[in-house]
């Protein structure tokens, strides 16, 4: 190797460093997927393609395209996002090859099948982008993580810039495997965030119903952090005296260990008040 090609190498692999580097930083940017990948395609056009997109498939198997980005802002990209038809049982076209499994896929013009071709929905609605925007050269790359194909990143070339090669074929597939690990976190997060506010919410209490009095509560976690925590409000009538009772407390933390300890001291105080059957002060 001359002294010409080991600059050109070194170069390349500075590209790809920074490539990497940047995406990284846009996806550790935000907890939400979609947000997320808008960033990302974001910064691999036109640094890297003249066009990406991106899509995704949730828990039931529904395919969704949630982002696309263009080299020219000023490209018509009507209708290129939304709701995608299923995966076909028998996949012939690259995004349907790739969301049933298989690895990343480098498709020249030659190769590169038509929408007249299509032999699936989603094959014929992923080819409609090239039909408008163009492309000579593509690679889509599955976004797998934990052994799930959690969606999918089409990259494309035009005229303008040199067919895709086996090099970026490793540096997409690279890319890809750090953005299927950022989503994959991204939804655990969700997740842990819904359940955590579905136990929260199912340890309010019910309030009382009580005559002349109208008695409402309002519960508002924090959206910042997991929404669990050690506050609580509670209102109960006592046995025999028939005085309404009203309770606002608060654990430190903001954790399961501080919604439990939560829930004993709420269930322990309301003993205490319809045991002793006396003012707070006494």
Do not use: K
């Amino acid at each position: 190797m001359d002294e010409d090609d080991g600059d050109a190498a070194l170069r390349a692999a500075l590209d790809q460093l920074a490539f990497a580097t940047r995406s990284a930083a846009a996806l550790s940017s935000t907890l939400d997927a979609v947000v997320g990948l808008g960033r990302v395609c974001r910064v691999l056009v036109p640094g890297l393609a003249d066009w990406s997109a991106a899509d995704l498939v949730d828990e039931d198997g529904a395919v969704e395209r949630v982002c696309f980005s263009h080299r020219d802002p000023n490209a018509a990209l009507t209708g290129l996002t939304g709701p995608l038809p299923p995966v076909p049982e028998t996949a012939t076209g690259p995004l349907s090859r790739v969301l049933r499994g298989a690895g990343p896929l480098l498709l020249s013009a030659g190769r590169l099948p038509t929408a007249q071709e299509a032999s699936d929905p989603l094959h014929t609605a992923s080819m409609q982008p090239f039909a408008r925007l163009g492309g000579d050269s593509v690679i889509v790359a599955p976004l797998r993580a934990r052994r799930r194909v959690l969606g999918a990143l089409t990259q494309v070339r035009g005229e303008g810039h040199p067919p895709w090669g086996e090099a970026d074929l490793a540096l997409v597939e690279d890319l890809t495997h750090r953005i299927a690990l950022a989503l994959d976190n991204a939804r655990l997060y969700a997740e842990t965030q819904a359940v955590a506010e579905r136990l929260q919410r199912s340890l309010l209490p019910d309030l009382p119903v009580v005559p002349g009095l109208r008695v409402t509560a309002r519960y508002s976690p924090a959206a910042a952090t997991p929404q669990i925590g050690g506050d609580w409000y509670d209102s109960f009538v006592l046995p025999e005296s028939g005085d309404t009772t009203l309770i606002i407390g608060d654990v430190t933390g903001h954790d399961l260990h501080a919604a439990v300890t939560m829930s004993q001291i709420r269930n322990m105080l309301r003993g205490i008040a319809c045991d002793r059957r006396e003012p707070p002060p006494a």
